[in-house]
């Protein structure tokens, strides 16, 4: 059975690996790609706040050597879910079940004067790139500023908050600074209440100031000030940008979406195309655009994936459920627990913050780097950024 995966992100990743470790040489899974390595979320603001180094935290899917596994990078140029055939840069691919994986893109030029004037850190090249900007910073007026929702990872604006927070104490520079956070949800956290004060409660006791319901629309360079979506203005010294979010073009072009994004059965991750599913950033599934959600829904298509090939009914199906980690700043870290089922609110939880979750973060981390690419990885524990 030929599997044809687009997209070796978590959800990619994950199903590769699963069906590898369940059938072996006997899987013909073909996973394709146009980045040459894989890079966490958390691992971004490692690089941006310093703690770490780029080639530290970037993963090449040249190393991975699952039996029954083959890594293609190349760009998608087309997909015809209806023959289940897939055109890019290095050819034309046939499948008997495929599984599109490709995430949200990021587009930063759809604001204007953010490519121009501000600093994206949601790419992996944006964020590398400001850990430059933020060595040479000097203080000032910083305004972080998500420009649309949905939008991947919900913690991450308020981490960046806070984690900037700690940037600017530990070089001594808070005195001639304010930090700002600009979303359009209502809480940082709308799923989970508790996360949710927690998070606000930080942001009081440091001072940060924090603009719920309200987008950034543009940014005026030339004055330095971020337009929201109310007509208010926030004047800044750096703006740390959060880009619209978008299908992949060659998603859009192919038929599959609606609304913008791929609809698919929230239980099973089938889209309307027989044999086709898809999984993470790219579907309208109802979770957070987060890599612990694709990787849960991946492990539902890699069962029913595994069930067919064996002759078996498939049993596995999708829960809903996820756990992100959420760094606090000051070497704190939660778990955020969250529920999605169709029909029902999302009930979430959380636990701590306390240090203790920091290993935990690493471990989780450690973990899949040691399953998805065969080798022993740490990543840098929470700690204050410098």
Same mark, same amino acid.
């Given at each position: 059975?030929?599997?044809?995966?687009?997209?070796?992100?978590?959800?990619?990743?994950?199903?590769?690996?699963r069906?590898?470790?369940?059938?072996g040489?006997?899987?013909?899974?073909?996973?394709?790609?146009?980045?040459?390595?894989?890079?966490?979320?958390?691992?971004?603001?490692?690089?941006?706040?310093?703690?770490?180094?780029?080639d530290?935290?970037?993963h090449?899917?040249?190393?991975?050597v699952?039996?029954?596994?083959r890594?293609?990078?190349?760009?998608?140029?087309?997909?015809d879910?209806?023959?289940?055939?897939?055109?890019?840069?290095?050819?034309?691919?046939?499948?008997?079940?495929? #599984? !599109? %994986? &490709?995430?949200? +893109?990021?587009?930063p =030029?759809?604001?204007?004067?953010?490519? @121009?004037?501000?600093?994206e850190?949601?790419?992996?090249?944006?964020?590398?790139a400001?850990?430059?900007?933020?060595?040479?910073?000097?203080?000032?007026?910083?305004?972080?500023?998500?420009?649309?929702?949905?939008?991947?990872?919900?913690?991450?604006p308020?981490?960046t908050?806070?984690?900037?927070?700690?940037?600017?104490?530990?070089?001594?520079?808070?005195?001639?600074?304010?930090?700002s956070?600009?979303?359009?949800?209502?809480?940082?956290?709308?799923?989970?209440?508790?996360?949710?004060?927690?998070?606000?409660?930080?942001?009081?006791?440091?001072?940060?100031?924090?603009?719920?319901?309200?987008? #950034? !629309? %543009? &940014?005026?360079? +030339?004055?330095?000030? =971020?337009?929201?979506?109310?007509?208010? @203005?926030?004047?800044y010294?750096?703006?740390?940008?959060?880009?619209?979010?978008?299908?992949?073009?060659?998603?859009?072009?192919s038929?599959m979406?609606?609304?913008?994004?791929?609809?698919?059965?929230?239980?099973?991750?089938?889209?309307?195309?027989?044999?086709?599913?898809?999984?993470?950033?790219v579907?309208?599934v109802?979770?957070?655009?987060?890599?612990?959600?694709?990787?849960?829904?991946?492990?539902?298509?890699?069962?029913?994936i595994?069930?067919?090939?064996?002759?078996?009914?498939?049993?596995?199906?999708?829960?809903?459920?996820?756990?992100?980690?959420?760094?606090?700043?000051?070497?704190? #870290?939660?778990?955020?627990?969250?529920?999605?089922?169709?029909?029902?609110?999302?009930?979430?939880?959380?636990?701590?913050?306390?240090?203790?979750?920091?290993?935990?973060?690493?471990d989780?981390?450690?973990?899949?780097?040691?399953?998805?690419?065969?080798?022993?990885?740490?990543p840098?524990?929470?700690?204050?950024?410098?």
């Amino acid at each position: 059975m030929r599997v044809r995966v687009l997209g070796a992100g978590f959800g990619g990743l994950e199903l590769a690996t699963r069906v590898s470790e369940a059938l072996g040489r006997d899987a013909d899974v073909l996973l394709i790609d146009q980045a040459e390595s894989f890079v966490f979320g958390f691992s971004k603001l490692d690089v941006m706040f310093g703690r770490t180094t780029a080639d530290h935290v970037e993963h090449r899917y040249s190393d991975v050597v699952h039996p029954g596994v083959r890594f293609v990078q190349s760009t998608v140029r087309a997909i015809d879910p209806v023959a289940r055939q897939v055109t890019t840069d290095s050819g034309t691919f046939d499948a008997d079940v495929l #599984v !599109v %994986a &490709l995430g949200a +893109d990021l587009d930063p =030029a759809a604001t204007p004067g953010l490519v @121009e004037s501000g600093h994206e850190f949601y790419t992996v090249a944006g964020a590398f790139a400001t850990r430059d900007v933020l060595a040479r910073f000097a203080g000032g007026r910083v305004v972080v500023g998500v420009m649309s929702a949905p939008f991947k990872c919900p913690p991450a604006p308020s981490e960046t908050a806070l984690l900037m927070h700690d940037f600017l104490s530990t070089r001594g520079l808070l005195g001639s600074s304010q930090v700002s956070l600009v979303m359009p949800l209502p809480k940082p956290i709308p799923p989970s209440p508790q996360a949710s004060e927690v998070i606000l409660k930080a942001f009081a006791d440091r001072g940060i100031r924090w603009h719920p319901g309200r987008r #950034v !629309v %543009a &940014l005026d360079g +030339d004055r330095g000030v =971020a337009q929201l979506d109310d007509g208010d @203005e926030l004047p800044y010294d750096l703006f740390l940008g959060v880009p619209v979010h978008r299908a992949p073009a060659v998603v859009v072009a192919s038929g599959m979406t609606v609304d913008g994004w791929i609809p698919v059965e929230p239980t099973t991750l089938e889209t309307t195309f027989p044999d086709v599913f898809a999984v993470g950033d790219v579907t309208s599934v109802g979770t957070p655009k987060a890599g612990v959600f694709a990787e849960g829904q991946a492990a539902v298509v890699a069962d029913a994936i595994i069930a067919r090939s064996r002759g078996d009914a498939p049993g596995a199906t999708y829960d809903g459920r996820g756990v992100c980690y959420l760094e606090l700043g000051r070497d704190l #870290v939660a778990t955020v627990e969250v529920t999605f089922r169709p029909g029902s609110p999302p009930v979430g939880s959380l636990t701590g913050p306390s240090t203790a979750l920091a290993a935990q973060k690493t471990d989780f981390g450690a973990d899949r780097i040691r399953r998805w690419f065969g080798r022993d990885w740490t990543p840098v524990p929470a700690r204050s950024g410098g």
